[in-house]
C-alpha cells in the first residue's frame, strides 16, 4: 500500500522552526521520560490502558511457582506433591503463603524467588490464574509458544492475539502502538495485516549519526517502504527500514535508562520510559528465557523467577539501589503486566529437574483498587492421589477466555474469535 | 531437464542464497555459461577429512586465546570469507542451525561447540544418517539438551523430543507421540561427558537395558550401539526425507507454505526428499537438484518464492565486496544486534527464518552493519570507487555498482532511494565524491534487492 506519507521530524527540524523546537526537547529533568516526544499529547492516547506482557519462555514449572502446602479443596494435592518430588518440592516453611481474605482454604503459596510479587499480592495489586492451557495441548516448546502467542489452539497460527489488536486498531506502518524490546518481533505483535515494532533499547541512533549527511541518506532509505506488494516479503523488508527510520527519529532523544544487571528490569524500564512518553503506546513484550529445567531446577528456576520478580517490583515501585524511581501514580492506575510461559511441567521430578508438561498459572499485575479482581482465579490443577499421582495436571482455565477477560475489560477490545471472557478476573 | 545458460540474475541468486553472495568476478565468470556448471562448481569440494587443516586452526584459536566468544566468531566468518569452497560453509552454518546448539554458563563451553563446528563441516555435504549419529552423542549437544544425564533410573526427555521434533520428524504432520519420546528417552541412556576432552563416554551400568518400543518398532538392548537402531527407526519414516528437505529449501530457497508435508506438498521439498531416498541420505546430490532446480534458479519466480538471508551471510558477502578482513572486531557487535552471534543461537530451534529476520531492530543493526563496512571500503583502495554519475544518469550509469555489489539488478524503488540521495547530496557543503560512494553502498547494503534474495 503507498499513500502520502506524514511529515517527519527530521524534515521539521531542518526547517525554520528547529531552533525554536530544540529547547523543548531538552533536557530531561524531571520525570523520567517526559517530554521527549516528538508530537503534541493526544488524549485519546494518553489515556489508554497498558499491557505489558512478560514471556517466560522454556516452559515455567507451575507447581514450584504456585505451591501446595497442605491438602485442601478435598484432595491430596500437598500429599501427592512431597510424595513425587522429593527433592525439588519445598516445604511450606520454605514458601511466601498466599493469604488474602479467602485464600486460607486453598493452602497455596508463592515460590521463595517470588517476595516482591507476593508483596504485591498481599496489597491487592495481583491476580493468579491458576491451571491455564489450551485444548489439544503440545509437548513442543514451539508449537506451546506459537499457540500462547497467538492465542490460535488447534489450528495452524497466523497471527498473534495482541497483533489482531493492532489490525483492528489499524495501527499505522511504525507507529509506536506496540513495542517488544529485544531482538525479536514477536510472533503476538503480528497481526494478519499490520503489526508492531521492536527496539534493543533507547535512545535510538544510526551509527553514523544523524548529520545532514546522515540526513539525506535516511531520507532516502525511507523510500524503501515504498516497495512493491507483488513482492511481499521485499515490501515488507522496506517497510521496516521505513519504521527504522521513523523510530531513531522520534526516539534519538529519549532518555538513556539506567542499566542494572538484571536485562528484564533493563527491558521493563525502557518500555516505561516509552510509556511515560506520548506516542500513544499501549502494548509492550518482554521475553526471559531459563524456565527450561529438565535438570537442576531449583536454583535455575529461583534465578529466573527472581529476575522478573526484581524487575516487575523495579517497574511498578522503583529500585532505589539502581537509582530507578517508583512509576508515576498516574501511569500506575492505567498499566498492567500479565506473564506467560509456553508449558508448565511434568508433576514429578525427573533427576534433579521436571520434563515438559501441561497447565500453569499466569500472573496479572495491576493498580490496586482497578478493574483487576486480586486474589487466586480458577482451581488449582488436581494433581491426583498418592496412590495414583497425576503426571500432567489436567487445565482448569482455557488461555483464550483469560486473553478474552484482557481484551474486552482492559484495553476494551474483545476478539471475535473468542467466546467469553474468564469471569470474576474483572471487577 | 534442459541445460538452460546462466543469466546474471541467476548466478547473483546462486551465490546470493549458497554462497555468501557473488562477486563482480563470479557474476562475469558465470554468466553466459551453463548454469548447471556453476552449480558443479559450487558441489566441486573435496573430502573435508584429507583437509586436515581446520582442526589445527581451531586447536591454535583455543590454544592462543582461550575461550574467547568473538575471536571465534571472526575466525568462523573469516573462514566463509575466504575459503575457496563457499557452500561448505555455507551448509555447515545450516547445519549449525539446524542442530542449534549454544554456549551456555550451565554448559556446554565455546570449546566444546567449536569441536562440534568441525563435525558438522564433517559431515555437511555428507551423509545425514552419519550426521545423526555423530550429532547424538557428540559432547556439545549431550550438556545442552541433558542427555549426560539421562540415566536408566531418570531418563531425560529432551533430547528425545527435539530430536523427534526438530531435527528429524517435524511436525506438520506429527507422527509420533508423548510415548515414543519417552521411549527413545530410555534408549540414549547412559552417556555422559568426559571433561577433560568433552568427548562421550558410554556407561553401561546407566543404560536401560529394557526393550524399548519407538514408532511401532521394538529396539532390544544394543549397548553403546543401541542410539543408531533409534536412528534408523527414525529415518525410515516417511515424513523424515520430506522434513531434511524442507528445512533445506526453507534456508536455501523460499519457505513453502504447506502445513502438511503429505497433503500439501511443495514440488521442490518433495524433489529434494526422493534425492535424499535415492541415495540413502546422502547430502550432496540432495542438494545439487534442489540448486539445479528452476524454483530456486528464477529469482523472479511469484511472490513469496525468495529468502531473507541472515545477518551472517550478509556480513560476509559484504567484506568480499569491500574485502574486508574479520581479524577487525568491528563486526562482531552490529551482528550480536542484528540477532545472530555464532555459536550462540538463541534456543534449539535455531534463529528466524525468513521473516523473522525482519524487524525495526534488526534494521537499524544491519544500517550500522553497511555503515561499518562503508568506513572499510573508504580504506582499502579502489574497489567501489568508480565515480557516480549525474544524479538523473544514476540508472543509466549504476549499472557497475549492480554488479560490484554482486546483484543482477535492481528493483525500481532502490533505484529511486539511489536518486534521491545523490539528488539532495551532491553538491552540498562538504559533500565528496567519496562520501556520495558510501552512501550508494550503505543504501545498496541496506535494500530490500540485498536483504531478500
Known sequence: MGGSRGITRRRFLTGSAALAALPTLAPFTGRIGQAFAATAPDPATTGRNRLVVIFLGGGNDGLNTVVPTDDADGTQRYSVYRQVRPTIGYAPSAVLPLDRPGDAAHALALSPALPRLHGMYQEGRVAVVQGVDYPSHSFSHFVGMDTWQSGQPEVAPDSGWLGRHLDRAGVGVGELRAVAVGYELPLIFRGREKQGVNLPGIPLSFADGTQAIGDARHDAAELFGLHSSAEPLRQFAGQMVESTVDLVEALENAPATPTTVNPVTNALITARVLLEGQFGLECVYVRIDGFDTHATQVPLQEQALGTVDQAIGAFFDGDAANGIAPMSADLKARTMVMTCSEFGRRVGENGGGTDHGTASPLFLVGPAGGALVPGLHGDHPDLGTTLAPADNLPPTTDLRSVYQAVLQNWLHDPDPLYGAPMPGLFA | ?453
Not at chain 2, 547473483?12 to 554468466?31: K, S
Not at chain 2, 563446528?117 to 549437544?141: E, P, V
Open chain 2, 1 to 453: 531437464m534442459s541445460d538452460p545458460i546462466a543469466s546474471r540474475a541467476h548466478v547473483a541468486r546462486l551465490f546470493g542464497r549458497a554462497a555468501f553472495g557473488a562477486t563482480a568476478t563470479d557474476l562475469d565468470g558465470w554468466a553466459g555459461k551453463p548454469y548447471a556448471a556453476a552449480v558443479d562448481h559450487l558441489l566441486a569440494v573435496p573430502d573435508p577429512t584429507i583437509r586436515p587443516v581446520q582442526t589445527d586452526e581451531v586447536n591454535f584459536l583455543l590454544a592462543q586465546n582461550g575461550a574467547n566468544a568473538q575471536v571465534a566468531q571472526q575466525w568462523w566468518l573469516a573462514r566463509m570469507k575466504n575459503t575457496p569452497y563457499p557452500l561448505e560453509e555455507r551448509m555447515t552454518l545450516f547445519w549449525h542451525d539446524h542442530w542449534a546448539t549454544s554456549v551456555h554458563p550451565e554448559g556446554p563451553p565455546l570449546e566444546y561447540v567449536m569441536r562440534q563446528n568441525q563435525t558438522l563441516r564433517k559431515h555437511s555435504l555428507g551423509n545425514f544418517r552419519a550426521m545423526c549419529q555423530a550429532m547424538t552423542i557428540d559432547g556439545a549437544m549431550l550438556q545442552w539438551l541433558d542427555g549426560d544425564v539421562s540415566t536408566v533410573n531418570n531418563p531425560n526427555e529432551n533430547y528425545a523430543r527435539e530430536f523427534l521434533e526438530l531435527f528429524t520428524l517435524g511436525t506438520f504432520p506429527q507422527v509420533y507421540t508423548e510415548h515414543d519420546i519417552r521411549e527413545a528417552a530410555r534408549v540414549l541412556t547412559g552417556w555422559v561427558v568426559d571433561p577433560g576432552t568433552g568427548q562421550a563416554r558410554f556407561v553401561t551400568g546407566q543404560h536401560d537395558k529394557g526393550d524399548k518400543v519407538v514408532l511401532g518398532t521394538t529396539i532390544t538392548n544394543g549397548e553403546a550401539e543401541e542410539y543408531k537402531a533409534l536412528i534408523d527407526v527414525v529415518l525410515a519414516q516417511s515424513v523424515a526425507p520430506k522434513f531434511v528437505a524442507y528445512k533445506m529449501v526453507q534456508s536455501l530457497a523460499y519457505a513453502p507454505s504447506t502445513l502438511n508435508l503429505f497433503t500439501q506438498p511443495d514440488p521442490l521439498v518433495d524433489d529434494v526428499a526422493a534425492a535424499l531416498v535415492k541415495n540413502n541420505w546422502e547430502i550432496k546430490p540432495a542438494l545439487r537438484r534442489l540448486l539445479v532446480n528452476d524454483r530456486f534458479r528464477f529469482p523472479d519466480a511469484p511472490a513469496g518464492k525468495q529468502s531473507v538471508r541472515q545477518p551472517v551471510e550478509i556480513a560476509v558477502h559484504a567484506a568480499k565486496i569491500v574485502n574486508a578482513s574479520f581479524d577487525d572486531n568491528s563486526y562482531v557487535p552490529p551482528l550480536t544486534r542484528a540477532g545472530q552471534q555464532l555459536f550462540y543461537p538463541p534456543n534449539v530451534g535455531g534463529w528466524p527464518v525468513g521473516k523473522g529476520w525482519i524487524s525495526t531492530t534488526t534494521a537499524l543493526a544491519r544500517y550500522d552493519l553497511a555503515y561499518t563496512f562503508a568506513i572499510v571500503r573508504q580504506n582499502v583502495g579502489p574497489l567501489l570507487r568508480a565515480p557516480l554519475p549525474p544524479s538523473t544518469d544514476i540508472e543509466a550509469g549504476g549499472g557497475q555498482w549492480i554488479a560490484a555489489m554482486g546483484l543482477g539488478y535492481l528493483r525500481p524503488t532502490t533505484l529511486g532511494a539511489l536518486k534521491s540521495y545523490v539528488r539532495s547530496r551532491r553538491g552540498q557543503p562538504g559533500a565528496t565524491e567519496d562520501e556520495l560512494q558510501s552512501g550508494v553502498f550503505i543504501l545498496l547494503a541496506t535494500s530490500p534487492d540485498w536483504e531478500v534474495m
